[in-house]
């Protein structure tokens, strides 16, 4: 499964990174608190998340994230777009809201982590 | 660089402003290049740079400026933070996951969820934390490179 795979299937619309589309995506991790996010998401991990600032992307390029996936029609930022054009990670969005886009993406079978 | 001491390989000071969210995570990423070049594991860079950008982040959110140091030796990476700021009053709290001081602004950013200090303790072999209240902070942590076999269970 690859974001390009996801853009197909779900019209996310691609704000930046279009070039980055074809890494595969290892899982996902939806959480707006960014250091639940630095501390439970996996590299290559799709993230769901509401925030739309520029340390969204210092999060993603520390953790080696496959990409932000914004909910509830957000839109990032101008220096978030910049930032990660500069870094190389794809933000797409969606009108849905988080738990709609993620029991979506579960059903094609982008899963979690257990905890245990 | 700076002059440092024979033992240490490398030593650089990055100063860091409060409430400059716009440079937020500049620091540790400019650690996270150095390391990569120098040939450290990914999971080491890993780990000292999640504590490197909840260190980072805590001094833009709670003081008026800081800085970051980080040393590099044979044995061992090391970061050290001074802040001008806040301070913690109470350590012990500030400690225990999910407890936060931040105002409405810094957890609207998606920050102050009361896990900062607790990731670096997890991702740090050893960690020291010392505050005045209404002054500053003092935080230092180690990762040793001959622990490295220690992976964290969750990467």
Same mark, same amino acid.
């Given at each position: 499964?690859?974001?390009?795979?996801?853009?197909?299937?779900?019209?996310?619309?691609?704000?930046?990174?279009?070039?980055?589309?074809?890494?595969?995506?290892?899982?996902?991790?939806?959480?707006?608190? &960014? =250091?639940?996010? /630095?501390?439970?998401?996996?590299?290559?991990?799709?993230?769901? $998340? @509401? *925030?739309?600032?520029?340390?969204?992307?210092?999060?993603?390029?520390?953790?080696? &994230? =496959?990409?932000? /996936?914004?909910?509830?029609?957000?839109?990032?930022?101008?220096? $978030? @777009? *910049?930032?990660?054009?500069?870094?190389?990670?794809?933000?797409?969005?969606?009108? &849905?809201?988080?738990?709609?886009?993620?029991?979506?993406?579960?059903?094609?079978?982008?899963?979690?982590?257990?905890?245990? | 660089?700076?002059?440092?001491?024979?033992?240490?390989?490398?030593?650089?000071?990055?100063?860091?402003?409060?409430?400059?969210?716009?440079?937020?995570?500049?620091?540790?990423?400019?650690?996270?290049?150095?390391?990569?070049?120098?040939?450290?594991?990914?999971?080491?860079?890993?780990?000292?740079?999640?504590?490197?950008?909840?260190?980072?982040?805590?001094?833009?959110?709670?003081?008026?400026?800081?800085?970051?140091?980080?040393?590099?030796?044979?044995?061992?990476?090391?970061?050290?933070?001074?802040?001008?700021?806040?301070?913690?009053?109470?350590?012990?709290?500030?400690?225990?996951?999910?407890?936060?001081?931040?105002?409405?602004?810094?957890?609207?950013?998606?920050?102050?969820?009361?896990?900062?200090?607790?990731?670096?303790?997890?991702?740090?072999?050893?960690?020291?934390?010392?505050?005045?209240?209404?002054?500053?902070?003092?935080?230092?942590?180690?990762?040793?490179?001959?622990?490295?076999?220690?992976?964290?269970?969750?990467?």
């Amino acid at each position: 499964m690859t974001l390009s795979d996801l853009v197909k299937s779900f019209g996310l619309k691609i704000e930046a990174g279009k070039d980055r589309l074809r890494e595969g995506v290892t899982g996902g991790y939806a959480s707006d608190l &960014l =250091s639940d996010v /630095i501390a439970h998401s996996r590299k290559g991990n799709v993230w769901i $998340t @509401i *925030q739309t600032h520029p340390n969204i992307v210092a999060v993603a390029t520390m953790k080696e &994230l =496959s990409g932000i /996936i914004l909910t509830g029609g957000r839109q990032p930022e101008a220096e $978030t @777009i *910049q930032k990660a054009e500069h870094e190389g990670i794809p933000i797409l969005a969606s009108p &849905l809201f988080t738990f709609e886009l993620v029991g979506r993406l579960y059903q094609m079978g982008i899963s979690g982590m257990s905890p245990c | 660089m700076e002059r440092t001491e024979n033992n240490i390989l490398f030593h650089r000071i990055f100063p860091i402003e409060g409430g400059d969210f716009t440079n937020a995570g500049s620091t540790s990423d400019q650690i996270k290049k150095i390391l990569k070049e120098a040939g450290f594991s990914n999971t080491l860079i890993r780990r000292i740079c999640i504590a490197a950008f909840e260190a980072e982040m805590n001094v833009i959110c709670y003081a008026s400026k800081g800085t970051l140091s980080l040393y590099i030796a044979r044995s061992f990476l090391k970061i050290v933070v001074n802040d001008e700021g806040k301070g913690i009053r109470d350590i012990n709290l500030a400690m225990s996951e999910g407890y936060s001081t931040a105002d409405e602004k810094i957890r609207e950013l998606g920050f102050g969820a009361g896990m900062g200090l607790p990731n670096i303790r997890k991702n740090a072999d050893e960690m020291v934390l010392t505050s005045q209240f209404n002054q500053g902070t003092h935080l230092e942590f180690t990762v040793y490179l001959d622990r490295q076999e220690a992976a964290l269970p969750f990467e």
